[in-house]
């Protein structure tokens, strides 16, 4: 697709449905903003340069690939920063080792190689995976910090319990632009909050600094953090999120696996030597704006030019502010993006499963309309492993690429016999002959 026909389909787009393009936009805030604060606070991160590079990201995103590709953050990066307290070379050292390793994988073809190898169980399974991650990890913060009436009047179990009532309503009510109600409503609470304790934003205008790693920095940024990052970006970042767009946006021309794995590595590769946070794009992000109403790059674009202006003109002025924006709030967000990643799993065994759409005849229902392919019981039953046994050791470890390698190995155990079947038939055929000393 054309930069011309993009640009006309996302204005398209944003006239037939504004609001629910803004509220889209809103709906990777739950991931972005917990973590964001979290390094921000320690000084790992400049928040001001991961609002404007961020920001940009957005915009840029949204104007070449048309579609509401989140830009996040790089969580194995970040929980191995929160917990070590990074400096800020440090995690700048890690998120620049990961994005030339992809920058290297994209060009070469390595990354594209990759994928068309990797069996589509396995990849429906570190989606489904990816998303039940998500859900856990909101739920168990949720229930650890948060009270019938604690930690504030503005942040307890009341507020979550409303929140998600709220969400099921949208099931039913699907033009009302959640994300764009609740995160208002969020804000109102952290801005009463932060005014009771003096600590509201001011203006602070965006002085650009680099973040050059020494040595030290790059041994413990790239072993620590970035050598586990990197299967998590490729997996998740480039792989699942270039399928998912697939299955959630079938119109529309889905971003090449090059072209994802080129993005990844030139935002991190110009913004983390200013201090900004390394991202990506994960499929988590994806799934959280669609389902809050996203379906183009007119809702990124938005995004962008609101963290762009925030970030040039407050910066890190926001850190008490955003500290206390109700997490009762972002956890209902969260786990909204949760299910909505996790239900991509229903179409393994149908012909929303890429493999299956043109291998496998289909059954003809009303209408000579194709309504499933043609497989045993045996087929969808392996298959059905293949992903549960991603998702279960995925889940299981907290790690994508322990999950991949079960899912690979359980996947290529059933192809054993056959492989077997066929050895023993070319040895009786003599195509195969053992020789004896």
């Known amino acids: 697709m054309s930069f011309r026909a993009i640009s006309a389909r996302n204005l398209r787009v944003l006239r037939q449905q504004p609001l629910a393009e803004i509220s889209g936009s809103l709906g990777d805030l739950g991931t972005f903003l917990p973590i964001t604060i979290a390094l921000a606070v320690n000084n790992t991160i400049s928040l001001s340069?991961?609002?404007?590079?961020?920001g940009i990201a957005n915009i840029l995103t949204g104007l070449f690939f048309g579609i509401p590709l989140p830009v996040q953050p790089m969580k194995a990066i970040a929980a191995v920063a929160m917990?070590?307290?990074?400096?800020?070379?440090?995690?700048?050292?890690?998120?620049?080792?990961v994005a030339a390793c992809i920058f290297v994988f994209s060009v070469t073809g390595l990354l594209r190689w990759f994928s068309d190898a990797v069996p589509i169980p396995v990849v429906k399974g570190i989606q489904v995976g990816a998303g039940l991650s998500l859900i856990i990890s909101a739920g168990t913060t949720m229930r650890t910090n948060l009270g019938w009436t604690d930690p504030s009047w503005a942040?307890?179990?009341?507020?979550?319990?409303?929140?998600?009532?709220?969400?099921?309503?949208?099931?039913?009510?699907?033009?009302?632009?959640?994300?764009?109600i609740v995160l208002p409503v969020g804000l109102v609470f952290a801005v009463i909050?932060?005014?009771?304790?003096?600590?509201?934003?001011?203006?602070?205008?965006?002085?650009?600094?680099?973040?050059?790693?020494?040595?030290?920095?790059?041994?413990?940024?790239?072993?620590?953090?970035?050598i586990g990052q990197l299967p998590l970006t490729t997996l998740n970042s480039v792989i699942a999120v270039t399928h998912l767009a697939s299955d959630l946006l079938p119109d529309v021309q889905t971003p090449s696996i090059t072209s994802i794995g080129v993005s990844v590595a030139l935002m991190n590769l110009v913004s983390c030597w200013f201090g900004a946070m390394p991202v990506c794009h994960g499929s988590g992000g994806l799934a959280a704006q669609y389902r809050f109403g996203a379906r183009s790059g007119s809702s990124i674009i938005f995004l962008g030019g609101l963290k762009l202006l925030i970030g040039l003109f407050f910066g890190n002025?926001?850190?008490?502010?955003?500290q206390r924006f109700p997490f009762a709030l972002l956890g209902i967000m969260i786990i909204a993006a949760g299910l909505e990643l996790a239900s991509v799993g229903e179409s393994l065994n149908?012909?929303?499963?890429?493999?299956?759409?043109?291998?496998?005849?289909?059954?003809?229902?009303?209408?000579?309309?194709?309504?499933?392919?043609?497989?045993?019981?045996?087929?969808?039953?392996?298959?059905?492993?293949?992903?549960?046994v991603t998702i279960g050791f995925l889940v299981g470890f907290k790690n994508d690429a322990v999950g991949f390698i079960a899912g690979v190995l359980c996947h290529y155990s059933f192809r054993l016999p056959a492989?077997?079947?066929?050895?023993?038939?070319?040895?009786?055929?003599g195509r195969i002959q053992l020789q004896s000393n």
Do not use: C
């Open 49 to 54: 340069s991961t609002l404007v590079f961020s």
């Open 155 to 180: 942040d307890n179990r009341v507020w979550a319990i409303l929140a998600f009532l709220f969400l099921l309503a949208t099931n039913y009510y699907r033009n009302l632009p959640y994300a764009l």
């Open 317 to 322: 002025t926001l850190i008490g502010l955003l």
């Open 193 to 226: 909050l932060a005014a009771q304790h003096h600590d509201l934003p001011a203006f602070l205008l965006w002085i650009p600094a680099l973040t050059v790693p020494v040595g030290g920095d790059w041994q413990v940024g790239v072993v620590q953090a970035g």
């Open 83 to 97: 917990a070590n307290v990074f400096t800020n070379g440090e995690i700048a050292a890690a998120g620049i080792f």
């Open 350 to 388: 149908t012909t929303g499963a890429r493999d299956l759409g043109n291998n496998h005849p289909g059954i003809l229902g009303e209408r000579t309309q194709e309504i499933g392919p043609v497989l045993t019981e045996e087929d969808r039953k392996k298959r059905f492993t293949v992903m549960f």
């Open 419 to 429: 492989v077997v079947h066929k050895l023993r038939e070319r040895r009786r055929d």
